[in-house]
């Protein structure tokens, strides 16, 4: 993806290969130092969103267990039914 929006710079600024190279690795680079220092929080709203999903997991697994059956519905009576010709 890096190298994707080096190519895309050089349609704006004019940069050789050597050049786009280079600004994909600083854009990894950026990247990195970013998620270094924010680790933590991307943890925490990681272990957040977990939480979430497992929840909705528990509610649709409880609603499931809980709810009841539905009831059969009345037989039709004779000469109702559809005929198929």
């Not at 004019?14 to 933590?40: C, D, F, K, S």
């Not at 999903?53 to 059969?72: E, K």
Request: charged fraction near 5%; hydrophobic fraction near 60%; charge should be positive.
């Amino acid at each position: 993806m890096a190298h994707l929006l080096a190519d895309y710079a050089s349609a704006l600024w004019p940069l050789g290969h050597a050049e786009r190279t280079g600004l994909a690795l600083a854009i990894v680079a950026a990247l990195t130092g970013l998620n270094l220092v924010h680790v933590r929080l991307g943890f925490l709203t990681q272990a957040l969103l977990v939480a979430l999903v497992a929840a909705g997991f528990a509610c649709v697994t409880a609603a499931g267990l809980l709810v009841p059956a539905p009831t059969a519905a009345a037989p039709c009576p004779p000469g109702a039914a559809w005929a198929w010709r």
